[in-house]
């Protein structure tokens, strides 16, 4: 079973409104909106934000959502890894194989 802090509220603070443009922010749930809410306030949060992600999930959380989502740039997943003191190779998505790469190498040209 996986441990997890209580929230200290169902709904979102306001203050974090701000980075929740296209979704309807009253519909978010703290709980069930987990890994959107926490992907998106790792790569575009403030302050606050960071707050409120450390308040309201556990480091369990927080690093299975960096290492598992893929809207998390480069650049915020390695502030993150340096954050929680892991190794930033282990917070790279696993990507999809498409027609052109078998996802063993990311540097395969599709084009020869």
Request: glycine letters at 2%; one cysteine or more; aromatic letters at 14%.
């Amino acid at each position: 079973m996986v441990s997890r802090k209580r929230p200290a509220s169902e709904q979102l603070p306001h203050d974090i409104r701000i980075f929740f443009w296209d979704v309807d922010f009253d519909r978010l749930s703290v709980v069930e909106s987990a890994h959107f809410i926490i992907s998106r306030l790792m790569e575009h949060g403030d302050e606050n934000a960071f707050r409120f992600l450390l308040k309201n999930y556990d480091r369990d959380e927080l690093v299975r959502v960096l290492r598992n989502s893929r809207s998390i740039s480069k650049r915020s997943r390695i502030f993150w890894s340096l954050f929680f003191e892991i190794d930033k190779g282990s917070c790279t998505p696993r990507r999809y194989p498409t027609a052109y790469t078998d996802c063993s190498s990311a540097s395969i040209d599709p084009w020869n």
